[in-house]
């Protein structure tokens, strides 16, 4: 019984661990096209992922309370400095609780992020698969299409490498 309590365990642990991958053509509704959204950012302006049509977007889905998303944050604020440039966006959706605008900014502040962050909510997470793990991130190539996903904290080595292999 212990064993097999044990493998169990190995096994779930295993499950739900950070995720890299391609994303392959049959992927559900995470096939092709990115879904498309519109969300408000923090200033109150609507923001729609046409807007970035030809350019490469590390979209992130993440929040103020998750502890990788901490580390992750400078990161990407150091690949966005260098890609930008090269027709790379970040945009990053908070998924905190409707209210927390506060802690938001106070965030981005405090760790002097630079690109565009947006108020997410139930329903753009789940056109992406839910969400279920922060930070979650998606990169999508120029036209539109879903590149890659990634759920998890992951090394700022392999999110410059996805973005590189992008552009």
């Not at 092709?32 to 979209?59: C, M, Q, T, W």
């Not at 309370?65 to 959706?93: A, D, H, K, N």
Request: one cysteine or more; proline letters at 4%.
């Amino acid at each position: 019984m212990r064993r097999q309590l044990l493998l169990l365990t190995v096994f779930l642990a295993v499950s739900s661990a950070s995720d890299t991958r391609m994303v392959p053509r049959s992927a559900g509704n995470l096939q092709g096209d990115a879904p498309a959204f519109e969300l408000k950012s923090l200033n109150g302006h609507p923001a729609r992922l046409s807007d970035y049509r030809g350019k490469i977007v590390l979209l992130n889905f993440w929040a103020t309370w998750c502890g990788p998303c901490r580390v992750e944050t400078p990161w990407l604020v150091e690949l966005y400095t260098q890609y930008r440039s090269r027709g790379m966006e970040i945009v990053g959706v908070s998924m905190d609780d409707e209210g927390s605008g506060d802690a938001i900014v106070s965030f981005m502040k405090e760790r002097r992020v630079n690109y565009t962050i947006l108020e997410g909510n139930d329903a753009v997470a789940a056109a992406y698969g839910g969400a279920r793990f922060l930070p979650q991130t998606f990169l999508i190539g120029r036209t539109g299409k879903i590149l890659s996903r990634m759920s998890g904290l992951h090394s700022r080595t392999e999110l410059e490498n996805l973005i590189r292999r992008a552009l």
